[in-house]
């Protein structure tokens, strides 16, 4: 192995190897984000889906078919569809969140308005689903439907769980499971579904991403506390956000009676 390969990224070193079915995956999120009849549709989606993302999740899709051997057409479908679910949960997130920058630019709701973030999000809902659904394969429909579902069910328990102290890592690692690292492992499990793998493997490709998610998680949590705007996101957004995330539940956990004031 040369330096330079030594030296890059391990995503972007994935990138490198599945360079043309991310290709393939790029053109079919640009013609499948069209509207006819709703220009507003592709402009919203674009600035998002064209601002520099890495495409981890799709990537995730594309290798674990790859690794099992798949040589259809439909991990190209899949991956597209994953990316269509996670841009939809984003567009969502910063309405939810009243974020104003995603990945370094300012967000849709901001740029547009939050009637379109969240119609645009549904309509990328819309779509992944009709993607799912061109794969003929009921046991992929089943698997990422679940994943859309316990996304939504893990936004919804960090509302009640976010602002009260009480929470603890057990019911944190509940909701990064859910709102993080379904879709990883989701996007995993799809690979290997698609490529007609026993259920061992696929099982062990859905752990993989589910702990692959967990770990995504944990770092972008800690980061809001010591990263830099280089990460494309508002250093501090979680604290100001009042989102009790693991460092703060490991803080609260070791604090004194006057460090729990101020955290009350």
Same mark, same amino acid.
């Given at each position: 192995?040369?330096?330079?390969?030594a030296?890059?990224?391990?995503?972007e070193r994935?990138?490198a190897?599945?360079s043309?079915?991310?290709?393939?995956?790029?053109d079919?999120?640009?013609?499948?984000?069209?509207?006819?009849?709703?220009?507003?549709?592709?402009?919203?989606?674009?600035?998002? /889906? @064209?601002? =520099?993302?890495? +495409?981890?999740?799709p990537? *995730?899709?594309? #290798?674990? $078919?790859?690794?099992c051997?798949?040589?259809?057409?439909y991990?190209?479908?899949?991956?597209a569809?994953v990316?269509?679910?996670?841009?939809?949960?984003l567009?969502?997130?910063?309405?939810?969140?009243?974020?104003n920058q995603?990945r370094?630019?300012?967000?849709?709701?901001?740029?547009?308005?939050?009637?379109?973030?969240?119609?645009?999000g549904?309509?990328?809902?819309?779509?992944?689903?009709?993607?799912m /659904? @061109?794969? =003929?394969?009921m +046991?992929?429909?089943d698997? *990422?439907?679940? #994943?859309? $579902?316990?996304?939504?069910?893990?936004e919804?328990l960090?509302?009640?769980?976010?602002?009260?102290?009480?929470?603890?890592?057990?019911?944190?690692?509940?909701?990064?499971?859910?709102?993080?690292a379904?879709?990883f492992s989701?996007?995993?499990?799809?690979?290997?579904?698609?490529?007609?793998q026993?259920?061992?493997?696929?099982?062990?490709?859905?752990?993989?991403?589910?702990?692959?998610?967990?770990?995504?998680q944990?770092?972008?949590?800690?980061?809001?506390y010591?990263?830099?705007?280089?990460t494309?996101?508002?250093?501090?957004?979680?604290?100001?956000?009042?989102k009790?995330t693991?460092?703060?539940i490991?803080?609260?956990?070791?604090?004194?009676?006057?460090?729990?004031?101020?955290?009350?």
């Open positions: 192995m040369s330096l330079d390969i030296a890059t990224k391990p995503h994935l990138a190897a599945l043309d079915d991310l290709t393939a995956v790029n079919m999120i640009r013609a499948r984000m069209a509207s006819e009849h709703a220009p507003r549709i592709p402009e919203v989606t674009a600035h998002l /889906v @064209e601002a =520099g993302g890495k +495409r981890l999740r990537m *995730l899709t594309l #290798a674990a $078919a790859r690794m051997g798949y040589d259809g057409p991990h190209v479908h899949l991956a569809t990316e269509f679910i996670h841009t939809a949960t567009l969502h997130d910063d309405v939810v969140d009243e974020s995603r370094g630019r300012p967000t849709a709701n901001l740029l547009w308005d939050n009637t379109s973030s969240v119609l645009v549904d309509y990328l809902f819309a779509r992944s689903f009709q993607l /659904v @061109e794969t =003929g394969s +046991r992929v429909l698997i *990422l439907a679940n #994943a859309s $579902a316990t996304i939504a069910e893990g919804v960090q509302l009640t769980a976010a602002a009260d102290l009480a929470t603890t890592e057990e019911i944190y690692f509940k909701v990064v499971r859910g709102k993080t379904a879709l989701a996007a995993m499990e799809v690979g290997g579904v698609i490529a007609d026993d259920d061992a493997t696929v099982k062990a490709l859905f752990d993989y991403g589910d702990t692959l998610g967990i770990a995504f944990i770092v972008d949590d800690l980061l809001d010591g990263g830099t705007t280089a494309g996101k508002n250093v501090g957004d979680d604290f100001r956000e009042r009790l693991l460092p703060v490991r803080a609260i956990a070791a604090a004194d009676d006057v460090e729990r004031d101020f955290w009350t």
